[in-house]
């Protein structure tokens, strides 16, 4: 029954948050904020972005690592496909990003699982190396100037809906769906609770959190490219704030580090979250560079949001282990 | 067990040294500009920060733990004292305040790492980024420029022909030494690295220790960030961004495991060393700067990576059930 | 000779764990100077009695008079300050240190101002320990250098660094060639002659009268008897161990043995070698011995989670190459762990979850996750197997020993699995659901199932096995049938003859 009800607090508590924000800019800034076109660019054509990468990092952090090279497999990912987009040979680009982000997420998966090396330095490594090699590969320039038939995918509409939106709200339902529907989806969660016990149950641990950075690296890949249409460049400069947002996103959003809790669902309402907290600081006039200290609290206001609920439902299997070390501790 | 290795024992050799002898040799045959005196004085200037900054990481990675929020701290600092030069307030409350600010961060980590047992990943990433946040947000994201002659000279004067810069440094160098080989303090840390569960049996106050070593590490943090924006004559807020994992990466390099109570600060000297060695060899061979990241960071994998396997490997071994023989 | 007065008296000490009884109302006293041996098997209470008394744990019920005085140590340090030191069977030392350091860890002697740690000293009285041990060792050596009985040897001199008057050792032989031992107990007769007493835990019978001057004997958290070392009877000394006790918890029915459902030839893992044994359908075969001997090792080897360095093994007639517990769970085998709330179970998730987890891919053979296929299974199992619970969305580690155990069961069993391994399948359990488990244990082979039971509770093995595989320190030593199994037997096989008799 406590349990039901924190999940349930949990649940609808973002929400409440989002609302809150939201009602608090409409508010303070009716003329700037509380209009179509704002909402509109935020909600189709900043959040998709945002959304598209918190996905992947919620995945990652279900089963309790992370993925911080998912900016830069972004950057080459686009970066490598430009020219072939340039050229119009769209089908063959978006193949060739889409197998850099999986070559990228395959390197990070098979260093965590048969390596052995911890996930943030993976991922850490392989974002320089891939951050590296766009470098190397652009020379520090970033092309630009793409057809206006690929760039409809992220500016333009189709019936009335911004193809964003469309994409983003595809890609949500297929995770959402492989997540909650398959038996790899399980595995998934079964991995990031116990990773011993699910291996001791016959499920292979190992492939599954594999699978999982493989599938951030696709991820980073069309999130790339869905970037390189709207920006109409294929700037190696920008992995941003990715990776900050998207570790925001997926905590606010309800997952928790501790691995096995979590959901894209969450993240969806941690995205928007994040995206409108941007937006209203946007709007008042806030500096960006106060946006990422903001950002920053943020993680560590979930985290400890999450250590005190979470202290709440285990107390008892604590008293075990507090006995043992009362007796230690001079 | 003769005589003679008992004199070694204090001079334990750490195997990054033939690492450096083997990159000096390499970088002078390729190219003539490497063994020059200017370069000899850039690469131990360039050193100098890394190694600082470095101190505490290596106390930290000693313990089993990490801090990512030494390069923020580092900005941070630099920025803090520029701006109490640049509002005329003397040098001593510039160098106070930068410092204060490293010791507050190490004093968070230390309390989410070590009293609320928070993943240390995730608390120093999150100092990390309230960091940078509040250094990009105190410089309003542009660099400081620092007109003050006296602290310029910190970072860029010399004293007998040395750079000042050096001389502090070996400084700090020593007297870490001192403590982490010859003090308590030090001997607790390489004991609650080398077995919490001795060290908690031992009756070592294991808790208040980890934040002591949180508090070095912001303090030498602060200290790296300060020397940087006197070298440089200006305080950028993204100065320490790649410092973290440079950091890491020099203390790992140098011989001291994660896997805690092994190494110490001399392998870091090596692992610094060699780290601004590739560096600049790499450089001088004509490399761009994005290339000779990209290398540097392949390298640092590569190393982390065979660590991780040299792990797994002992740990297989010592699982292992010993079957005595018949003496 | 031993003194007469009482260093160490302990009356009605009881301890409780979570689900057991550790210690029941046991009185425990030790003289001055002498080496009282603590006996009993696995689960018996000789490692929490010592625990109590080194302050790692603090008792329930009882009390405890050291060196005349009453005592109630709350923690390590008072019992370290007051003169009792422990040296437990997994050591604790620091490898990268030297055995000077080592002894003095926490306890530094310090040099007049900055805080310096005085290290001449600490060498020249580590020596000076070392000596009075009579031990060559330069203490300014690694430790990591050392072999196991030189490092046990440290742990000897860190343990005498203070003013010691009572030496616990855990098992301290466990790793020692007959020359190593012959050494530690020359040191231990040497502190008897200092006037140190020394509680000393230990499976081997030579050993123990060898060195030892009075046996206590637990059972089941109960203090049985005190005998002379010197004039004890071994027989008589296991039978006091085990006991007498007819249960009526058991209800098998033996079956005629089908086909062969696991046989291994000389397998070898990184903790047990050589083993040969087999399993077929309708048996309960047990893997019998003590605690270390490599029975859970052979368990998880065989399920392919740990590594296999020789021999070979055939599941169902057909050879494993490759072992992987995937693998494994597909040809129809099933491992249900020791450490059940780790390794068998996600306490965080609820039981539907948990039962289905190994039964994946046969529920859902194409790759879709129905609910109601995973709820009705759930169910299914729920009710079979009599879990108590008010529904199945509730979490895992919610429910009691008995019931965790059942979920565990539940999930395998929903993968129709033919060969079972079940480690320690009734620890933490109370009466009721251990007959329950029972129950099903013998339902299972009565429908063709050929079960592997690794136990250390006695009664079980006995009870339920057509045979026992007796290991002892990585072998398997002995096959004995039902009929001529009993208690004394096993144990006879379980403990070492004395020194090692290997190699």
Not at chain 1, 261 to 267: D, E, I, L, Q
Not at chain 2, 270 to 286: A, K, P, Q, V
Not at chain 3, 181 to 191: A, P, V
Request: hydrophobic share 45%; charged share 20%.
């Amino acid at each position: 029954m406590k349990i039901n009800s924190i999940k349930f607090f949990t649940k609808y508590s973002r929400c409440l948050l989002l609302v809150l924000i939201v009602a608090t800019m409409a508010v303070l800034k009716p003329e700037a904020f509380w209009t179509w076109e704002n909402l509109s660019t935020v909600m189709f054509q900043q959040a998709p972005f945002t959304m598209l990468m918190s996905f992947g990092m919620t995945l990652a952090i279900i089963t309790k690592g992370i993925d911080k090279s998912m900016g830069s497999v972004l950057v080459l990912s686009s970066v490598l496909c430009a020219s072939f987009i340039k050229n119009e040979n769209y089908i063959l680009g978006i193949v060739i990003a889409l197998l850099v982000g999986a070559l990228c997420g395959l390197a990070n998966g098979l260093l965590i699982t048969r390596i052995g090396v911890a996930p943030f330095v993976a991922t850490y490594g392989i974002e320089w190396v891939a951050l590296g090699v766009a470098y190397i590969y652009t020379g520090g320039i970033y092309i630009y100037d793409f057809p206006v038939r690929f760039r409809n995918i992220a500016i333009g509409s189709t019936m009335g809906i911004p193809n964003l939106a469309i994409v983003t709200t595809l890609i949500f339902l297929v995770l959402l769906f492989i997540t909650t529907k398959t038996t790899f989806g399980r595995s998934i969660y079964y991995s990031g609770f116990n990773f011993n016990a699910a291996t001791l149950s016959g499920i292979n641990a190992k492939n599954t959190v594999t699978w999982v950075y493989v599938i951030n690296g696709l991820l980073a890949a069309i999130t790339g490219i869905l970037y390189m249409a709207r920006l109409n460049a294929a700037d190696p400069g920008i992995s941003a704030s990715f990776t900050l947002d998207s570790i925001a996103a997926t905590l606010i959003g309800g997952t928790s580090f501790g691995g096995g809790k979590g959901s894209v669902v969450y993240t969806v309402i941690g995205a928007l979250i994040i995206v409108f907290i941007r937006n209203g600081m946007n709007i008042m006039g806030v500096p960006t560079t106060w946006q990422q200290t903001a950002v920053g609290f943020v993680i560590i206001f979930s985290i400890l949001l999450e250590a005190f609920t979470h202290k709440l439902t285990s107390a008892t299997e604590k008293k075990y282990a507090i006995e043992l070390k009362k007796a230690i501790n001079a | 067990m003769g005589k003679k290795l008992e004199f070694l024992r204090g001079i334990n050799i750490p195997g990054a040294t033939y690492g450096v002898i083997v990159l000096l040799i390499l970088f002078s045959l390729i190219t003539n500009k490497f063994l020059t005196l200017a370069n000899i004085f850039f690469i131990a200037r360039s050193s100098s920060i890394l190694l600082i900054a470095s101190i505490g990481m290596t106390m930290v990675i000693l313990v089993s733990q990490i801090d990512l929020s030494v390069g923020s701290v580092m900005s941070l600092s630099g920025v803090i004292a520029a701006l109490c030069l640049q509002n005329g307030m003397g040098i001593p409350i510039a160098i106070l305040l930068g410092i204060a600010s490293g010791i507050v961060f190490g004093i968070i980590n230390g309390i989410m790492v070590a009293v609320y047992k928070f993943d240390y990943w995730i608390s120093t990433f999150a100092t990390m980024g309230v960091g940078a946040g509040l250094a990009l947000v105190f410089a309003n994201g542009e660099t400081i420029p620092i007109a003050d002659e006296a602290f310029g000279w910190l970072g860029n004067g010399k004293l007998f022909g040395i750079y000042v810069i050096i001389y502090i440094t070996i400084i700090l160098v020593a007297i870490m030494m001192f403590v982490l080989g010859k003090t308590k303090f030090g001997y607790n840390i390489y004991s609650i690295g080398g077995s919490e569960q001795t060290a908690l049996l031992s009756g070592i106050d294991v808790v208040k220790n980890r934040v002591y070593v949180y508090i070095c590490s912001g303090l030498f943090a602060s200290m790296a960030g300060l020397l940087l924006a006197s070298m440089c004559n200006s305080a950028s807020p993204i100065a320490g961004a790649d410092y973290s994992f440079d950091a890491i990466a020099a203390v790992i390099i140098g011989g001291t495991s994660f896997d805690g109570g092994k190494g110490g600060l001399l392998g870091t000297v090596m692992g610094t060393l060699m780290l601004r060695i590739l560096t600049s060899g790499l450089n001088l061979m004509g490399f761009s700067a994005i290339w000779q990241k990209a290398i540097i960071g392949v390298v640092i994998v590569a190393i982390l990576v065979g660590d991780a396997l040299n792990e797994k490997r002992k740990k297989k071994n010592d699982m292992r059930r010993t079957y005595a023989y018949e003496n | 000779m031993a003194g007469r007065d009482k260093l160490l008296d302990m009356k009605g000490i009881t301890k409780r764990f979570p689900g057991t009884l550790a210690l029941d109302s046991v009185d425990f006293e030790v003289r001055e100077g002498e080496v009282h041996v603590l006996l009993g098997e696995n689960g018996a209470g000789k490692s929490t009695l010592v625990k109590i008394i080194a302050g790692v744990y603090n008792r329930d019920e009882g009390e405890m008079y050291f060196d005349g005085k009453k005592v109630d140590f709350r923690n390590v340090r008072e019992a370290q300050d007051a003169g009792i030191n422990i040296i437990h069977q997994e050591l604790n030392l620091l490898p990268e240190r030297t055995i000077a350091q080592n002894i003095f860890v926490g306890r530094e002697p310090m040099q007049k101002g900055l805080g310096r740690i005085d290290y001449k000293k600490m060498l020249r009285d580590s020596e000076e320990l070392l000596k009075r041990l009579g031990l060559d060792m330069n203490p300014n050596t690694l430790v990591k250098n050392l072999s196991i009985a030189q490092q046990q040897m440290v742990e000897v001199a860190k343990a005498l660094s203070n003013d010691i008057k009572l030496l616990i050792m855990d098992e301290p032989t466990s790793s020692l060639t007959k020359r190593e031992i012959d050494k530690l107990f020359g040191i231990i007769e040497n502190l008897k002659k200092s006037g140190i007493s020394i509680i000393y835990i230990s499976h081997r019978m030579d050993e123990i009268k060898r060195i030892g001057d009075r046996v206590t004997i637990l059972r089941d958290g109960q203090y049985i008897d005190t005998l002379d070392a010197k004039t004890m009877d071994m027989d008589e000394a296991i039978a006091k161990m085990v006991g007498r006790k007819i249960t009526k918890l058991y209800n098998r029915r033996y079956n005629k043995p089908g086909r062969e459902v696991l046989r291994t030839e000389k397998l070898t893992g990184l903790r047990f070698r050589n083993v040969s044994i087999n399993v077929r359908e309708g048996e309960i075969v047990s893997l019998a011995g003590l605690v270390g001997a490599g029975r859970t090792e052979v368990a998880k080897a065989l399920f392919g989670y740990d590594p296999i360095e020789g021999g070979e093994y055939y599941l169902f007639g057909k050879k494993v190459k490759n072992p992987s517990p995937k693998k494994c769970v597909r040809m129809g085998m099933a491992l249900l762990p020791e450490d059940r709330k780790n390794e068998g179970l996600f306490l965080k998730m609820p039981i539907r979850d948990n039962i289905i987890a190994a039964s994946l891919n046969k529920l859902f053979k194409n790759g879709i996750v129905q609910n109601n296929t995973a709820t009705d299974t759930a169910e299914k199992y729920k009710k079979e197997l009599k879990i108590a619970t008010p529904n199945i969305y509730k979490l895992v580690g919610e429910l009691s020993g008995g019931n965790q155990q059942k979920v565990v069961v539940g999930k395998w069993l929903s993968t129709d699995c033919k060969f079972f391994i079940f480690d320690e399948p009734t620890r933490g359990i109370d009466v009721g659901a251990k007959a329950e488990i029972y129950q099903l244990l013998d339902d299972l082979a009565a429908n063709g199932a050929g079960i592997l039971m690794i136990s250390s509770e006695m009664n079980e093995v006995i009870n339920l096995s057509d045979r026992v595989y007796v290991m002892r320190e990585g072998e398997v030593v002995k096959e004995l049938d039902r009929s001529e199994v009993s208690q004394e037997a096993i144990l006879a096989y379980a403990l070492a003859e004395g020194g090692s008799s290997n190699g």
